[in-house]
């Protein structure tokens, strides 16, 4: 989405390969065996969600059959079905998942597809910015914070966004509950700590897995990364809302700079 391309075919093989990887949310779009030769433009106006399809898929099977379940995340999986459903997804398959496929199984993936994403969630060169808002306090860190998810491209703001409410979710559900019966509803035990823990070096990054350099984090890092995932899912609510207040002043120097954007932007409200 940060691209300056409007079709995949504008690309070249080699970065393409990236953004077919990341499945826009649009299996209309994206044929799942296109052939050499045979190319079809693939939009990348950002006029809906893009969201890739496997962590839409993990994240609303595991909001209807895993917010229960005790230690989601933590409890290993099989790897061998991890393995074989991230092939599937892998071959652009519309792979369905339901109340058969195991919720650690699930979770495994969702973890493994964001820890292997060629660029991070959060992109490398903001590593540090982002880092730099755990010594902050209050508004300050709130306001620095959102001002940086606003450099996201649009595929990456859109899916921290996505994976953020999931977590929060997750969250809510940390403690047991009881039913109208007065039956105890076990909590799932991944508080927002603990979610920011198993989430955090997989989302902030700041050296590609496996790069030479990749070596373990520092207890510094280590804990700066919790505190900022902390505070992503807590607030990611009010951190993605941009205010009346800043998009009037952005329209206002758009239209001085470039009114044509202004009509695209009307166009897609």
Not at 34 to 39: H, L, M, Q, T
Not at 124 to 131: K, P, S, V
Not at 141 to 167: A, G, I, V
Request: proline share 6%.
């Amino acid at each position: 989405g940060a691209l300056s391309v409007d079709s995949i075919t504008d690309l070249g093989d080699n970065t393409s390969k990236l953004l077919e990887a990341l499945q826009l949310s649009h299996p209309q779009e994206l044929e799942p065996r296109r052939s050499r030769g045979k190319k079809r433009p693939l939009s990348l106006n950002p006029i809906s969600w893009q969201v890739p399809r496997v962590v839409d898929r993990c994240c609303t099977h595991l909001e209807r059959h895993g917010l229960h379940t005790v230690g989601i995340f933590r409890v290993g999986s099989s790897k061998k079905r991890v393995q074989q459903l991230r092939e599937e997804f892998d071959r652009g398959l519309d792979v369905f998942l339901d109340e058969h496929q195991s919720v650690h199984d699930v979770a495994a993936l969702l973890k493994e597809f964001l820890r292997d994403l060629p660029d991070s969630l959060i992109p490398r060169e903001l590593y540090g910015a982002f880092l730099s808002t755990a010594s902050m306090q209050g508004p300050a860190q709130l306001e620095t914070l959102q001002l940086l998810l606003f450099l996201l491209p649009p595929c990456h703001s859109d899916t921290l966004l996505r994976l953020l409410s999931f977590l929060a979710q997750v969250a809510r559900h940390a403690e047991s509950s009881w039913d109208p019966q007065g039956r105890q509803i076990p909590g799932n035990k991944m508080t927002v700590s603990n979610l920011a823990t198993v989430f955090g070096p997989n989302i902030l990054q700041k050296e590609k897995p496996g790069e030479k350099d990749a070596g373990g984090l520092n207890f510094q890092d280590s804990a700066a990364i919790i505190l900022v995932l902390q505070r992503l899912i807590e607030h990611h609510h009010s951190l993605f809302m941009v205010s009346p207040e800043m998009q009037c002043d952005v329209l206002r120097r758009l239209f001085q700079t470039d009114p044509d954007v202004i009509e695209y932007l009307l166009r897609r409200k």
